[in-house]
């Protein structure tokens, strides 16, 4: 499988070790470089298109959310989809 470009990725505003990373595949990916190199979840086809935003909620800890080139906006619990 190709690895596709990167699109954006954002800190989370309440644990700087937390990043989401999202792309042209439509895929979400989160670390936590605390616990591992590894991916805490990934997920697949999130949107079925290129994904081009992405924002942490300013007041929960745990929510993000990501825009597509679909023409929808999803809002993921970090905590819940791991």
């Not at 990916?29 to 190199?37: E, F, G, K, P, T």
């Not at 999130?46 to 679909?70: E, M, R, Y």
């Amino acid at each position: 499988m190709p690895l596709q470009a990167i699109n954006k990725c954002s800190f989370s505003p309440f644990k700087k070790s937390v990043i989401v990373a999202v792309g042209d595949d439509g895929d979400v990916v989160l670390w936590d470089i605390n616990i591992s190199a590894d991916p805490v979840f990934v997920i697949k086809q999130a949107h079925v298109a290129p994904i081009q935003g992405i924002a942490w909620s300013p007041c929960n800890k745990s929510l993000f959310a990501t825009a597509g080139l679909d023409k929808k906006i999803h809002v993921f619990n970090k905590d819940e989809n791991g």
